[in-house]
């Protein structure tokens, strides 16, 4: 289990070491939920939308807000969930709800830290991968400005079925929350309802939790609930903040969902990238991460994949049927149908089509890397070629380098990666095994279809081949020689 979720007083260290005492916003994310919809093994908050967990769009834009700290509360699947969320976001302070007993019961898992909570609380359900930075931040003006206790983000659905619908009085207080099963006709018309995010002073939030009951149908504790309980003291002033946008606050239940919402953010990156002067011609068909970069003037091909913080400059063409994970890619360089990951491309390369680049990779400028080839962890330097059919691994190829078709760096011995250095001005002849460790010198030849086991001294020519023999009708006894064979095995 984790530490963060069992031990009290590390977790009060870990928030003296973050310096962040003068903070007063604390912010819960609801994932504790199975999501027995998804039929999967995986919590839903960690199944990806445009190459990222759900969850990782909900935690970037909650620390956006700069809080004092996050919380995240998990159940079903916790291990691999805790796992991610200490992998990206290592200030998030995992809480355990042992079991799903409702939303209200999960906010009430956070109460054993309330001494570190700031003075008010933003409760964010952990599946609205849509849900903006902006929509978070207006919600927080929004009950400033108003000098309220509580605030809940609503929107207007078109079709409101399915969700809770906002019950107010004439001076537009929100006096509760009807569910669709409990709504009467009348109730059943209204068109705002609940998003699931809320925003409560934190004393107000814990000390009217105690009082929600669970007799309900399910017998869970409902966080909706709170909000007439708090309404029905008049005491507190609670509004609801409508947002503009409805797919905003549209969360994931099932696979359909994630589908939908998947489609509705790869328009929006696209489109978000279109306007800054990139060319993607069919959006549809391309998909790119919300991290990735693409200089101006580039042009995005059709069923292209971009994703991990990649970075592509200016004046590229990329496609079409290119993937590209975590690299870095120059200006003026075209790829064609390639596969990149973990690797930096130089300005004005030629990559392609249907080539492997693999991590650790690091081309110059002006490098050409043609049809079929795979390069592997390896420096391939300015104005040097690796035209087609070659694999290089582990290797150091110098500028001006000509590596011929069909050549392979032999980096593995079967117990460990051996290093190829080829030097400057180097003319690999075709189908030349270079079995490392071993050291091209400047200049240097190597005769098509070698063998080269030994180092190349600079400026020479290594020929490593058999004698040819050529046999007199040589082709003719051969022949007759298999047909005498295929025919006995037919008797």
């Known amino acids: 289990m984790n530490k963060n979720t069992v031990n009290e007083k590390s977790i009060e260290n870990k928030f003296k070491d973050l310096n962040i005492a003068n903070k007063d ?38 620390y956006k807000l700069n809080p004092k700290n996050v919380f995240t509360v998990v159940g079903f699947g916790r291990d691999v969930l805790q796992q991610y969320i200490e992998e990206n976001f290592k200030d998030c302070i995992s809480v355990l709800q042992e079991e799903q007993l409702g939303t209200a019961h999960a906010v009430l898992s956070v109460e054993k830290h309330k001494k570190v909570l700031g003075k008010e609380v933003l409760i964010i359900a952990g599946d609205m991968p849509l849900l903006s930075y902006e929509t978070l931040l207006k919600t927080l003006k929004f009950k400033h400005e108003n000098n309220l206790n509580a605030v809940l983000v609503t929107a207007i659905a078109e079709n409101p079925y399915g969700y809770g619908r906002i019950i107010k009085n004439n001076e537009g207080c929100v006096l509760k929350i009807v569910e669709e099963t409990d709504a009467s006709p009348k109730e059943k018309a209204i068109k705002e309802v609940n998003s699931s995010i809320y925003c409560f002073d934190t004393d107000i939030l814990f000390n009217y939790l105690k009082r929600i009951s669970a007799q309900n149908a399910q017998s869970e504790f409902y966080l909706t609930d709170i909000i007439e309980l708090i309404s029905a003291e008049k005491k507190y002033s609670i509004k609801s903040y409508i947002i503009d946008n409805f797919y905003e606050v549209e969360g994931v239940n099932d696979r359909l969902q994630l589908s939908k919402l998947e489609k509705k953010l790869q328009r929006k990156i696209n489109e978000k990238l279109m306007l800054s002067g990139v060319t993607i011609r069919d959006p549809d068909t391309v998909y790119i991460d919300i991290e990735a970069e693409i200089g101006k003037d580039t042009i995005i091909e059709p069923f292209c994949f971009i994703s991990g913080k990649t970075k592509i400059g200016n004046n590229c063409v990329i496609g079409p049927f290119t993937q590209i994970n975590e690299s870095i890619i120059g200006n003026k360089t075209n790829i064609n149908k390639s596969f990149i990951q973990g690797s930096t491309i130089g300005n004005f390369n030629n990559i392609g089509p249907t080539s492997y680049i693999r991590p650790g990779t690091v081309t110059g400028d002006n490098v050409k890397i043609g049809a079929c080839c795979e390069i592997k962890k390896s420096i391939i330097s300015s104005n040097s070629k690796v035209p087609h059919l070659s694999y290089i ?23 460990f990666k051996n290093k190829t250095i080829i030097e400057d001005n180097v003319f690999i002849g075709s189908d030349t095994m270079l079995v490392a460790p071993v050291k091209i010198g400047k200049n240097a030849i190597t005769a ?6 030994e180092d190349v001294p600079q400026d020479s020519l290594a020929i490593e081949r058999t004698k ?24």
């Open 25 to 62: 916003l604390s912010i819960i994310i609801l994932a504790a939920g199975k999501g027995k919809r998804m039929k999967s093994d995986l919590p839903k908050v960690l199944h990806k939308i445009c190459f990222r967990p759900i969850i990782y769009y909900v935690l970037s834009n909650a």
């Open 393 to 415: 691994g582990d290797a150091e190829v110098g500028s001006n380098v000509n590596v011929g078709a069909a050549t392979v760096t032999c980096n593995y011995d079967g117990f």
């Open 448 to 453: 098509a279809g070698s063998v080269i086991s």
């Open 468 to 491: 040819q023999v050529n046999i007199v009708q040589g082709a003719i006894k051969f022949r007759e020689k298999k047909k005498n064979q295929k025919d006995n095995l037919n008797k």
